[in-house]
């Protein structure tokens, strides 16, 4: 399996400017050969700003930027892609989108198939088994919560240790993704808290960034990986 | 309408037991009339401890308590209830489930048409048009994100107000909501903060509580609202 994939746990980081803690990262992911990058605006509801946004930071590290909601057919516009950035936002907005655009399973195909697509994803909900993790609110019902499937997990994006001081009752993270373990026949969930990202080649993983990572496994204890570690277990289908 | 429902931010406030913060207004909201109330468990995965968990604290107050659970037929269970209380938790799973029992329509009919059921919510996305307001993970898929629509207006529960210090990226409550009111015809929010509570009597909503709720239009600048206040305009149909 070919695929390459950048699954980025947040797009800005605090005190910095949008995607300036992984810029070195999508330098050296996307490499000199790629020249243009489809960007998928989906998740948020100002498309043409947020193509700017991305356009502006692109051009910066070399990148000319096509946003797929200028294509007349979206679907011909991954096919014709070198590469792909889908970016952040509500999940729930953006999965829907991809949905009515018709372009899940031409993502899918062109990523995991031949002639491999390299794929950056601070949505990186969209890129896993299901939406089931999000944090987001869901303003719009998608037609389903299945994602792209391109990895075989699930990743709780901008994971939160819970903070002993909160008087704030609502569950947290931890709690949240061990109601989604209670239901039956779920996936492993990969914590990624700010800072951190995934690189996936073939079928090999690698944490990123600055933060440690914490993975929850159903009926079993959780476990925390620091940035370096391999976290190929994750893609082999006994996960 | 006979309509009378009281919808709660929260279960436990912190500091407290469960439902401590409230048991006086429940008391007053099902009075002496009542004997025995339907609980709905159905937002938690262990539904025998959570049954066990509500009877403990209405048995308190003088209350019975029954669990739709374990009736062998759940519509019949609401068709014959003389109060109900639906039970917090995760929504999804929840909503997920009153549509799975088939109860939906049979509770709407309960509250709002002859013979009113007195509902007492500490799930109140449930009760309002949709849950596309909810806080919670959305760790299975409804049918839907219709939800019961005893009141025509949306709840955000455990309302946050942003804090000054975080240094976490993902959006505030706020913008979540924002997002929202980005999408067309999407109806006025009310943001319950932990403490705060809505009471509903026919075409009366009256703020409880001891906190001040927030309440988001669509187009308009948001309003805060202290305890006590009527709120009787988001029962309008012009809301």
Redesign the interface.
């Known amino acids: 399996m070919k695929r390459r994939l950048l699954l980025v746990s947040?797009s800005?980081?605090?005190?910095s400017g949008y995607l300036d803690h992984c810029e070195h990262n999508i330098s050296h992911f996307f490499g000199k050969d790629v020249k243009r990058v489809l960007f998928v605006p989906y998740a948020l509801?100002n498309r043409d700003a947020y193509t700017k946004t991305a356009r502006d930071k692109f051009k910066t590290l070399g990148y000319e930027v096509d946003s797929i909601h200028k294509a007349a057919d979206p679907v011909d516009a991954v096919r014709k892609a070198e590469a792909i950035f889908i970016g952040g936002?509500?999940t729930?907005?953006l999965l829907k989108s991809l949905y009515d655009n018709k372009v899940v399973t031409e993502i899918r195909r062109r990523v995991l198939e031949v002639r491999p697509l390299s794929a950056h994803l601070p949505a990186p909900n969209v890129a896993t088994i299901s939406?089931?993790?999000?944090?987001?609110?869901?303003?719009?019902?998608p037609p389903?919560?299945s994602a792209i499937g391109l990895v075989p997990f699930n990743i709780n994006p901008?994971y939160?240790d819970p903070d002993p001081n909160s008087?704030?009752?609502?569950?947290t993270r931890e709690q949240?993704?061990t109601?989604?373990h209670?239901?039956p026949d779920t996936p492993c969930v990969l914590g990624l808290r700010?800072g951190s990202m995934l690189l996936v080649e073939g079928n090999k993983a690698t944490l990123l960034g600055t933060t440690k990572a914490r993975l929850f496994t159903r009926g079993k204890s959780s476990v925390e990986y620091d940035p370096g570690s391999d976290l190929s277990v994750l893609l082999t289908d006994a996960q």
Chains 1, 2 share one sequence.
Request: proline residues 3%; without cysteine; glycine residues 8%.
């Open positions: 947040n800005t980081l605090h005190g509801h936002g509500n729930f907005r939406i089931n993790t999000t944090n987001d609110m869901p303003i719009v019902y389903s919560f901008h939160l008087r704030h009752m609502g569950e949240r993704i109601q989604y209670e239901e700010e």
